[in-house]
């Protein structure tokens, strides 16, 4: 027995050492994300009114808490990465050992140290703990309310009052700290009443109703921000496969852990523990919990407004690890060491090689594209690049102060409001490279225009939700090609006018006449095919650009308002429709034009396997125009550009 607690009391050091090793390592270029800027900047007040009026109530759906934690945090220190994370980091370390505290107490020591394991070495919770928002303190918080809440009311601790105490303080912290840690606040008392002792009637009652009573203040928030519904202006409803993919995301997508964790399930079955009705009555209330919690935010995002996020869910992921592993009796010392051993490894390896997460949360691209083109500057000569960058204005400016970067040092993509007057600005530029940089662009039809000009991409950098390209205007090495072969996934061209490419590659097309300026597509003709194939042929990953390019002809006099349309369907049903209207990039009324379409992929939600692309011109106001070439092409993109989430391309 002795023995027991002490490699317990060992595996559960290694743990959290483990655990703040993966959290803290390379603590200082820790860089802040946008949710974090967007916080941040909202703690600049000179005064508590305005914090809460403009920092909470009119700007942000979440509690007033952590913002106000915030707002003091920076007021007594500084708003450096490292110190506004501090907290947070803290948050996730303590968080293990509450996870153990609560499966030792409920069910035994190995159930405990497993769940340990999880909340310690998983991207998940390392991610979440390392970001200074309600996430990390909605998971202490949640644990610390459970914890105790369970001594206080099913344990039996001589110490009841006290733990009450601490019971109505932590939910209170839920409650001010996430709206979805105040609904499992909810969840969890509520199915309490149902296994409480008459005798405990009264003080549980009495509990929930203090925590209201904390909790009144806020109240007009609360019912200011409900009013305001969701934030689907950028988070898409969830699938039927969200959880799937949520459980593949946990486990790293990696084959290994799925095995391992398969084997851990397996083995709690072959060497269950002696069934006591404590035991039971905690499984039956951590399954109505995830039940209820999971399936409300499912339904909640699907049918009112979409709130679901794998972030929020963090609240009940360590209830979750708890439930599946808690058959399992506690093992004999010598395989635990072999199951933490095992797991640590496989899960710390895939972490660093597998999921990149050392460079995916570490290289900030808001930070590394304004570095990374400073470095092609002294590279290729001041005078020699014209630097074009788009990111969120604030983001940009906090870094610019930072890197000591003027205003002349570069050009802001946002303020080149059109297609039109970027096409102008394109035509202008005297130097022989550009650099092209931007995070959260949606309009890649400026890579496209950009190309037209600067034929040549020499240099190509990506990062989590960032990208940096260098175009030359000249060929800079003899084998580099016009497309690079290794950037470069499908491309085609088609020539209409006479002498050219006069045939097709689509699998049906339309009725044509060859004419001498190219296609003619007359008032008569609404629709006109250009591609229609599946998506699979085109691309080799989610996370590939599309780009579509027409050079057309307009006879009339009068500007030309077709549009190209770029049409994504899976299993019959459409997944995405784009249009780009013909008169936004034409210059002059009539004549020659070009006109671009870009899609990126990774944006869409769909199977590259089971979908397939239309490409077609809408000829809406029955106009005249001739269609002179058509050109496809399919780069690499961004193999990062959602890595910390999805699934990483190779």
Request: aromatic share 18%.
């Amino acid at each position: 027995m002795k023995q027991n607690r002490i490699t317990d009391l060992i595996l559960l050091g290694l743990i959290l050492v483990a655990g703040v090793i993966l959290r803290f390592y390379h603590y200082s270029h820790l860089p802040f994300t946008f949710d974090e800027f967007s916080a941040l900047f909202r703690t600049r007040f000179d005064n508590f009114s305005d914090l809460i009026h403009l920092g909470v109530t009119t700007t942000d759906m979440h509690p007033a808490g952590i913002q106000v934690f915030m707002y003091y945090w920076v007021k007594c220190f500084d708003e450096s990465e490292m110190v506004v994370k501090f907290p947070f980091l803290i948050f996730g370390i303590i968080s293990i050992y509450i996870t153990f505290r609560i499966g030792r107490e409920w069910f035994n020591p190995t159930v405990g140290l497993i769940a340990a394991m999880f909340i310690a070495f998983l991207q998940y919770p390392i991610t979440y703990s390392q970001y200074a928002r309600p996430y990390s303190s909605g998971l202490f918080f949640s644990l610390i309310m459970v914890f105790f809440w369970s001594k206080a009311f099913f344990q039996g601790h001589n110490k009841q009052i006290w733990y009450i105490i601490l019971y109505v303080l932590s939910g209170a912290f839920c409650a001010y700290n996430h709206h979805f840690s105040l609904f499992f606040l909810a969840v969890v008392w509520i199915s309490g009443v149902f296994f409480l002792k008459k005798n405990q009637i009264k003080l549980y009652l009495f509990s929930g109703i203090a925590i209201f009573i904390l909790y009144i203040p806020h109240l007009e928030i609360f019912f200011i921000q409900l009013n305001k519904g969701g934030v689907e202006s950028w988070l898409s409803k969830p699938t039927p496969l969200f959880y799937f993919n949520y459980i593949k995301y946990i486990l790293h997508y990696n084959i290994s852990l799925y095995i391992i964790t398969g084997l851990l399930l397996l083995t709690g079955f072959i060497l269950s523990a002696k069934k006591q009705v404590q035991s039971k009555k905690f499984r039956v209330m951590m399954f109505l919990w995830l039940v209820i919690t999971y399936g409300t935010a499912y339904f909640y995002s699907v049918y009112v407004n979409a709130v679901l996020q794998y972030s929020v869910i963090l609240f009940v992921f360590p209830f979750l690890v708890i439930l599946l592993f808690s058959f399992i009796r506690d093992l004999k010392p010598y395989l635990k060491v072999i199951i933490v051993l095992t797991f640590g490894f496989i899960s710390v390896y895939s972490l660093i090689t597998g999921r990149q997460h050392y460079f995916i949360q570490y290289e900030s691209g808001y930070r590394e594209t304004l570095v990374e083109a400073e470095k092609i500057k002294t590279e290729l000569g001041d005078e020699n690049v014209t630097t074009l960058i788009y990111l969120p204005e604030k983001i940009r400016d906090y870094y610019t102060r930072q890197l000591h970067l003027g205003k002349n040092d570069f050009v802001n993509l946002d303020s080149l409001q059109s297609f039109k007057k970027f096409e102008s600005f394109i035509k202008d530029v005297k130097t022989d490279h550009l650099t092209f940089a931007f995070a959260g662009l949606n309009n890649l039809e400026y890579y496209m225009m950009i190309k037209d000009a600067f034929p040549f991409l020499i240099h190509k950098r990506t990062w989590y939700l960032a990208d940096l390209y260098v175009f030359s205007k000249e060929r800079e090495l003899p084998a580099n090609p016009v497309f690079d072969k290794n950037e470069i996934v499908f491309h085609k061209k088609l020539d209409f006018t006479y002498g050219g490419n006069q045939g097709s590659f689509m699998e049906t097309g339309d009725s044509v006449l060859i004419q001498p300026t190219g296609i003619k597509i007359d008032p008569s003709l609404a629709y006109f095919n250009l591609i229609e194939a599946g998506v699979d042929t085109l691309v080799d990953h989610k996370n590939n650009y599309l780009f579509i390019k027409l050079n057309v002809f307009n006879p009339g006099d009068e500007a030309l308002t077709s549009l190209i349309i770029s049409e994504i369907s899976s299993t019959g049903i459409t997944v995405d429709w784009r249009a780009a209207e013909f008169g936004s990039f034409v210059q002059n009324v009539s004549g020659k034009a070009t006109i671009y379409k870009a899609v990126k992929l990774p944006d869409i939600m769909f199977d590259p396997g089971t979908s397939s692309l239309k490409i077609y011109i809408w000829n809406k106001n029955s106009e005249t125009l001739y269609l002179e070439n058509f050109e496809i092409y399919v780069t690499k993109g961004n193999p990062v550009l959602y890595g910390l989430l999805e699934e990483i391309s190779d």
